[in-house]
């Protein structure tokens, strides 16, 4: 079996030496040898085939993360991951003309249609909260964990009605290029929230006063899957603010609406922006 340096590798490949050092940090291309003494990387001739299907699927930005995915595939199932992959990306670059067809409308002045918002109220409730500063591959994750697996699993009481509804408040930007933080909130009952609290001492207790909220409902599961679509109803929230001059409070906050018990569905979502 051939080796070739990092330099005639990354000539052969059409990949920088910079970044066949990342990728075998992450574990997608390894080299075959590494020089004890020096570090230096040495590479197979049979690894050109893989090195190539990675600066492909990079070309087509799909994300590192999913990239170590699709090469643990067969031929086919890594095709049809591939697909549907670029399904997500067109159904995005849709999106994003909308976002840029209400940009350009903004900026001539006008009002172009958006999303019905509507305002309502929201009771003193108890809260158990954690504070985590993630990136935005990281957000669902996150969530995940602990709305989810530790807590909806868990057993763990709430509030009945969307009151109840568990909600993460993005307190700050959170982007490929900032990490929030972002604050992960489960509301409880008053009465048991001590007791829960003390079963739970990683996580914060704290009280949030009674108020209203503007409110956007998503038409049906996963319609806030796309940045650009969320993008847009954000900002009509605050568009509504500013118009009915109602100052906001606080970050925009991205409701968990769980189905009615015993119903398997996936839970619906809703964005909302606190009022003062």
């Given amino acids: 079996m051939g080796l070739v340096s990092i330099g005639e590798f990354s000539r052969l490949s059409r990949l920088s030496p910079k970044a066949l050092r990342l990728y075998d940090e992450l574990g997608l291309l390894v080299p075959e040898h590494v020089d004890p003494a020096t570090g230096y990387r040495w590479y197979a001739d049979a690894q050109l085939e893989r090195a190539r299907l990675v600066a492909l699927l990079r070309r087509i930005d799909l994300p590192l993360a999913r990239i170590r995915d699709v090469l643990t595939l067969d031929a086919a199932s890594a095709a049809e991951r591939i697909?549907?992959?670029?399904?997500?990306?067109?159904?995005?670059?849709?999106t994003r003309r909308e976002l840029v067809g209400h940009l350009v409308a903004r900026l001539h002045g006008k009002k172009p249609a958006m999303y019905e918002v509507a305002v309502r109220d929201v009771p003193a409730r108890s809260l158990l909260s954690v504070v985590r500063r993630v990136h935005?591959?990281?957000?669902?994750?996150?969530?995940r964990e602990f709305f989810i697996t530790r807590m909806a699993r868990g057993g763990v009481a709430r509030v009945e009605g969307v009151?109840?509804?568990p909600f993460t408040i993005f307190h700050g930007e959170v982007s490929a290029d900032s990490d929030g933080p972002v604050e992960f909130c489960w509301p409880v009952p008053d009465d048991q929230a001590a007791a829960l609290a003390a079963d739970f001492p990683d996580l914060a207790l704290r009280t949030e006063p009674a108020h209203q909220e503007v409110f956007i409902a998503q038409a049906s599961p996963g319609t806030w899957g796309r940045a650009s679509e969320a993008e847009l109803a954000i900002q009509a929230l605050f568009a509504w603010a500013s118009e009915n001059e109602r100052p906001t409070a606080g970050g925009v906050r991205s409701l968990l609406i769980f189905s009615p018990a015993g119903e398997r569905t996936t839970p619906a979502g809703e964005f909302a922006v606190a009022l003062r």
Wanted: glycine share 8%; proline share 0%; charged share 30%.
């Fill in 163 to 165: 009151a109840g509804a």
């Fill in 136 to 143: 935005e591959d990281e957000v669902i994750q996150v969530s």
């Fill in 83 to 94: 697909r549907g992959y670029w399904a997500e990306t067109e159904a995005e670059h849709a």
